[in-house]
């Protein structure tokens, strides 16, 4: 059964566009006490259906409703009169919008080949939304009654009126206590999955969190005939900026889609025959980020959880702060329910002057590069723009997607309940943005989520054998622009192999002790330099006194305490068998033929078409 959900009062509009040149409408703030509790229709919840229970969430909160005017920031006390009425003058922004794409039909079969179709435009903006053609009509199993009213998720508490720098301040306080006085300690903070730690809020049911959602709106905007996303806005931002009163909100993030579903219908789950498509759809972002041209394809460490989609639940004002995808990669994001999300992005060009502004709005973080990737503070777009840093809104209603690029400065917050998706994507133009990031991360001394170098060359050498077959079997003419000197993989691969090459000359040219690593190694659990957190599929440095810890070639000296000659260094290829490689993705016959000859085992029952990226 499909759970049918009341309209709201509020007016979503279908096109992102910018707002007309008009004054919002200001807000009007009761005071709430701090023993009153939310009001509930006793026929909003239904009792079977895991309804959340009013003196627990008196409890988790600790008496305190989601407006409290009398526990002001910095213990100031309020005008009176400021109680009553919401300032006007910071409720406004001028922003221009992103591009918003609709793909035909026919183009949107392909997802890889339609973002690389608008990369070079839609780039420029860092962000961009995607409207699928009015025929695709994905079923969303997350409206059933067995998700709807019986699957439960964890929630996290989150003020608004202390993103800008109070949450900033907590975190800093934490490093400060573990470095123990020690400023150029390097630590490592347990934020858990994509940023810091919340106060953790009740269970809910998606039933119980949208009454949840729903009386948090009558009771926040009761003066409101329409409400718009521009109202919204608007207030968001008054909050953030001017924190008079303490407002409280709650979201479920990161949620496992095993727990409430991906949005999206599954083969598995035998769904009713008009969605078999979607099941199997690019689109579906349960099998997005390993369909064929992606690099996740190579992807098989059991500790990755980079490709799998992730679901976010959440209500009005709920909120993401700046931050930049790890490794840089896309992020594909996909609203299969609720209302809409206001984005914010900052073309990845912008990266350096806008991580300049960050630190210059918060100096505190200039002693601690190790927790400015989990920034937690907010800053408003009206103060990037002063430093010339462009930023552009982007609206992501229900069925519709928004995409972004690598390096790209992005946040979001929700105008109301909504539940969204998103997975990260590594097509083959991420492949740049790629090493640049772990080299940095491994001089932040900064864990990695995946394996960049397992990525390139697996997908190097599943792309030199659909190379073979299409040249060799097929004598097909494809195959000689396939991957070119030019090509993605080649580019990729030969920097790469440049940067190995002369870490090996000039950090193991003295050892007599070296071997190739087994097949094993760093096949299902990544393996990491025990300093700097470097990724060690392609070599390492070992020593037989600890078995068990390995380190990069650059803190080689640093694994143990013993001589230098008891060190045992590791590789996967040899230089040379890169290089030959490398020939092999140029496109040269004779080094394709060499390559296949010595890579025999890679072409023992191979379909008659490659799975690869070409």
């Known amino acids: 059964m499909r759970v049918k959900t009341k309209p709201t009062k509020r007016k979503d509009l279908d096109e992102p566009t910018p ?102 435009e839609a780039e420029e903006y860092g962000i961009c939304s995607i409207v699928p053609p009015d025929s695709w009509k994905p079923h969303c199993p997350m409206e059933e009654k067995e998700i709807w009213e019986n699957s439960r998720f964890h929630t996290r508490v989150q003020r608004i009126n202390e993103l800008q720098n109070v949450y900033l301040k907590r975190e800093l306080k934490m490093v400060t206590e573990k470095m123990k006085g020690n400023r150029d300690s390097m630590v490592e903070i347990d934020y858990g999955s994509h940023g810091s730690v919340f106060e953790k809020g009740p269970e809910f049911t998606l039933q119980t969190f949208k009454k949840y959602a729903e009386d948090f709106e009558e009771r926040y905007f009761r003066e409101q005939d329409i409400l718009t996303w521009e109202n919204i806005e608007g207030e968001y931002w008054r909050v953030v900026q001017n924190p008079a009163e303490e407002i409280q909100v709650l979201s479920g993030r990161n ?162 309940f909504n539940v969204s998706v998103r997975v990260n994507l590594a097509p083959l133009d991420w492949l740049p943005y790629g090493q640049q990031s772990v080299e940095i991360y491994s001089e932040m001394h900064r864990k990695t989520l995946i394996s960049y170098d397992k990525l390139l060359i697996e997908g190097c050498k599943d792309t030199a054998r659909s190379l073979w077959l299409l040249i060799v079997k097929r004598d097909s003419k494809e195959g000689k622009i396939a991957c070119g000197p030019d090509g993605w993989l080649t580019r990729a691969l030969k920097s790469r192999v440049q940067r190995e090459h002369l870490r090996r000359k000039y950090l193991c040219n003295t050892s007599k002790s070296s071997r190739m690593l087994d097949k094993d190694f760093n096949s299902n659990v990544k393996k990491e330099c025990i300093i700097c957190y470097y990724d060690l599929y392609l070599s390492a440095v070992a020593c037989s006194c600890s078995p068990e810890r390995y380190a990069c070639l650059e803190h080689s000296k640093q694994v143990c305490s013993c001589p230098w000659s008891s060190r045992i260094f590791l590789f996967r290829h040899t230089i040379d068998e890169l290089n030959l490689l490398i020939d092999a993705l140029e496109g040269k016959r004779n080094a394709l033929y060499k390559w296949a000859n010595e890579n025999r085992d890679l072409f023992s029952n191979v379909p008659t078409r490659s799975n690869g990226v070409i």
């Open 19 to 120: 707002p007309e040149n008009v004054p919002p409408t200001s807000f009007t703030l009761k005071r709430v006490e701090r023993n009153e509790e939310p009001k509930l229709k006793s026929t909003d919840v239904n009792a079977s259906s895991h309804a959340f229970d009013s003196k627990r969430i008196k409890k988790s909160f600790k008496r305190r409703p989601w407006i409290l005017h009398d526990q002001i920031i910095h213990s100031e006390k309020l005008d009176p009169e400021h109680l009553d009425k919401v300032p006007e003058e910071t409720c406004r922004l001028e922003l221009d919008s992103a591009p918003v794409f609709r793909p035909t039909k026919e183009e949107f079969e392909n997802p890889l080949q339609y973002i690389s179709k608008i990369r070079l």
């Open 255 to 416: 949620l496992d889609a095993k727990v409430l579903g991906s949005g999206f219908p599954l083969l598995s789950d035998s769904p009713v025959a008009d969605q078999t498509e979607y099941a199997e759809s690019g689109w579906n972002l349960n099998s997005t980020p390993k369909l064929p041209g992606s690099l996740f394809a190579f992807e098989s460490c059991d500790d990755s959880s980079t490709s799998a989609p992730l679901v976010d639940v959440g209500m009005c004002f709920s909120s993401d702060c700046w931050k930049v995808e790890e490794h840089s990669l896309y992020l594909l994001s996909y609203m299969p329910l609720g209302v809409s999300r206001i984005w914010y992005g900052i073309p990845g060009r912008y990266y350096s002057k806008c991580e300049a502004a960050l630190k210059k709005t918060f100096p505190e973080l200039s002693g601690h590069p190790n927790i400015f990737h989990k920034l937690v503070a907010q800053l408003p777009p009206s103060i990037l723009k002063s430093e010339g840093i462009p930023v552009f809104r982007c609206l992501q209603h229900p069925k519709q997607f928004v995409l972004i690029f690598p390096g790209a400065y992005h946040l979001g917050f929700n105008s109301g």
